[in-house]
């Protein structure tokens, strides 16, 4: 074979393999193995389009058209040991991944990205299991697929606006930036610098739908989508409103839930104690208990499930009502019997249709929450509903009491004055006022600083 040797010196320096293989092409005929050097010669021009590619396409670009012309999944599964096939393919798939994830595969050139490849730090993905979940990223899950994909909280508010930031006005043909700007923040930017903003909140745009794209193809067969009430929307489209219109409802599981095919649901496991907190964390007095809900006394626990039924009401309501299914699901994980889940689910009715029904009123609100969380004087605040009117800018501490005169027990006046210092320290300037919705649907209003009676 006429390449099989090494090749000769030539003053005093001797050939790249590359140049041989290169040479290949014009010396078959001459060879005395054409069978082999035709293999050679055909692997040397595929090395050379893929040199073209790397030189002339980002990496990422360059890799997929590797891929595709050398069918290299295919090649490596069938070299590769049966118990290494899974990982090989998910490393290979990971590199595709993150030539586009890299520096968001901008300006990125195949010398950065063996550069950035070399400096370590990236982790290869592990070969997914059968019958496994797997928690990625979207940028995670790029090149990956799955039967099922499911999207969690496709619903969320928009980021709030950035300050302290900087824009860059860089043209990717021209050798330096056209403007370089300070921005303190972005609710309120110079007039120079107006429509350079929002040319990057359009890109901004943009890459979010790019971002849905990749979600939307990783699924081979089917896709889920879940979210929860927002505390406010912004004006762009979110992800579940842009393909509710295409998807369909699935209806809400039954209360008792399906058998998990392989799990014996008498089994049991042990999980590991946590160590304890030194000095120890102090939880407000409605936090959620760490322990078993049915481990409490039985007014505890009903209060409890109140607070959860109160907790699934949207805002806007737009025709919510509670069913079986709610009381059923409050009577399991609050141990509950049904004379007490009845109870419950009707007192909460005579809640959402009392005084404070305007707190669920999206029209006259400019802001809203359930189960809002502040942290103030060590403590975890958890506000049962937080909700600023739109008329007047006042913001509403709401608390839902199960007893019917909350106003005349002192530690429950404290509590929730506890919780007006702490929003006040997070709104300044700001006027909050607090109520009591009792059992009677009724709106009690508590003076801050007012002396208890």
Same mark, same amino acid.
């Given at each position: 074979?006429?390449?099989?040797?090494?090749?000769?010196?030539? &003053?005093?320096?001797?050939?790249?393999?590359?140049?041989?293989?290169?040479?290949?092409?014009?010396?078959?005929?001459?060879?005395?193995?054409?069978?082999?050097?035709?293999? !050679?010669?055909?692997?040397?021009?595929?090395?050379?389009?893929?040199?073209?590619?790397?030189?002339?396409?980002?990496?990422?670009?360059?890799?997929?058209?590797?891929? &595709?012309?050398?069918?290299?999944?295919?090649?490596?599964?069938?070299?590769?040991?049966?118990?290494?096939?899974?990982?090989?393919?998910?490393?290979? &798939?990971?590199?595709?991944?993150?030539?586009?994830?890299?520096?968001?595969?901008?300006?990125?050139?195949?010398?950065?990205?063996?550069?950035?490849?070399?400096?370590?730090?990236?982790?290869?993905?592990?070969?997914?299991? %059968?019958?496994?979940?797997?928690?990625? %990223?979207?940028?995670?899950?790029?090149?990956?697929?799955?039967?099922?994909?499911?999207?969690?909280?496709?619903?969320?508010?928009?980021? &709030?606006?950035?300050?302290?930031?900087?824009?860059?006005?860089?043209?990717?043909?021209?050798?330096? #930036?056209?403007?370089?700007?300070?921005?303190?923040?972005?609710?309120? #930017?110079?007039?120079?610098?107006?429509?350079?903003?929002?040319?990057?909140?359009?890109?901004?745009?943009?890459?979010?739908?790019?971002?849905?794209?990749?979600? !939307?193809?990783?699924?081979?067969?089917?896709?889920?989508?879940?979210?929860?009430?927002?505390?406010?929307?912004?004006?762009? #489209?979110?992800?579940?409103?842009?393909?509710?219109?295409?998807?369909? #409802?699935?209806?809400?599981?039954?209360? %008792?839930?399906?058998?998990?095919?392989?799990?014996?649901?008498?089994?049991?496991?042990?999980?590991?104690?946590?160590?304890?907190?030194?000095?120890?964390?102090?939880?407000?007095?409605?936090?959620?208990?760490?322990?078993?809900?049915?481990?409490?006394?039985?007014?505890?626990?009903?209060?409890?499930?109140?607070?959860?039924?109160?907790?699934?009401?949207?805002?806007?309501?737009?025709?919510?009502?509670?069913?079986?299914?709610?009381?059923?699901?409050?009577?399991?994980?609050?141990?509950?019997?049904?004379?007490?889940?009845?109870?419950?689910?009707?007192?909460?009715?005579?809640?959402?249709?009392?005084?404070?029904?305007?707190?669920?009123?999206?029209?006259?609100?400019?802001?809203?929450?359930?189960?809002?969380?502040?942290?103030?004087?060590?403590?975890?605040?958890?506000?049962?509903? !937080?909700?600023?009117?739109?008329?007047?800018?006042?913001?509403?501490?709401?608390?839902?009491?199960?007893?019917?005169?909350?106003?005349?027990?002192?530690?429950?006046?404290?509590?929730?004055?506890?919780?007006?210092?702490?929003?006040?320290?997070?709104?300044?300037?700001?006027?909050?006022?607090?109520?009591?919705?009792?059992?009677?649907?009724?709106?009690?209003?508590?003076?801050?600083?007012?002396?208890?009676?």
């Amino acid at each position: 074979m006429a390449a099989s040797g090494s090749a000769p010196h030539e &003053r005093g320096q001797r050939s790249l393999w590359w140049d041989v293989l290169q040479a290949l092409p014009t010396r078959i005929e001459a060879s005395d193995d054409p069978v082999t050097d035709g293999v !050679l010669a055909e692997a040397a021009a595929r090395l050379a389009r893929w040199r073209e590619w790397l030189a002339g396409l980002p990496p990422h670009d360059a890799l997929a058209a590797i891929y &595709r012309d050398g069918d290299v999944l295919a090649r490596y599964a069938a070299a590769v040991p049966a118990r290494l096939r899974e990982q090989v393919l998910a490393s290979l &798939r990971a590199l595709l991944a993150h030539s586009l994830a890299q520096d968001g595969g901008r300006y990125l050139t195949a010398y950065r990205f063996v550069r950035a490849l070399k400096a370590g730090g990236i982790r290869l993905p592990q070969a997914a299991q %059968t019958g496994a979940v797997r928690l990625l %990223t979207i940028h995670g899950a790029k090149g990956l697929e799955a039967h099922t994909v499911l999207l969690l909280d496709t619903d969320a508010a928009p980021p &709030r606006p950035e300050s302290m930031g900087v824009l860059v006005d860089w043209p990717g043909e021209a050798a330096w #930036p056209r403007r370089f700007v300070f921005l303190a923040s972005e609710k309120s #930017p110079p007039a120079c610098a107006e429509a350079l903003l929002t040319a990057e909140q359009q890109a901004r745009g943009l890459e979010e739908l790019n971002a849905l794209y990749v979600a !939307l193809t990783r699924a081979e067969s089917r896709i889920v989508v879940s979210s929860v009430q927002p505390h406010q929307r912004g004006s762009a #489209p979110t992800w579940l409103q842009r393909i509710e219109p295409h998807a369909q #409802p699935l209806p809400a599981p039954g209360p %008792t839930g399906g058998r998990v095919a392989g799990v014996d649901e008498d089994a049991s496991c042990e999980l590991p104690e946590l160590p304890v907190c030194t000095p120890p964390l102090r939880a407000s007095a409605v936090a959620l208990p760490l322990t078993n809900a049915a481990d409490g006394d039985d007014r505890t626990r009903f209060g409890l499930a109140l607070h959860r039924l109160m907790q699934w009401v949207p805002t806007p309501l737009e025709g919510f009502g509670w069913g079986d299914l709610h009381r059923q699901a409050v009577a399991r994980e609050f141990a509950l019997d049904a004379d007490q889940a009845r109870e419950a689910l009707a007192m909460a009715r005579v809640m959402l249709e009392g005084e404070a029904a305007w707190a669920w009123d999206a029209t006259q609100l400019d802001h809203w929450g359930n189960e809002v969380e502040i942290w103030a004087d060590g403590e975890l605040q958890r506000l049962d509903r !937080l909700v600023r009117r739109a008329d007047t800018g006042h913001w509403w501490v709401l608390d839902y009491k199960s007893a019917v005169f909350p106003q005349h027990q002192a530690e429950l006046r404290a509590q929730l004055r506890r919780y007006h210092r702490a929003l006040s320290l997070a709104r300044p300037g700001d006027t909050v006022r607090l109520a009591f919705i009792n059992a009677l649907g009724q709106l009690i209003e508590l003076a801050p600083e007012a002396s208890d009676p």
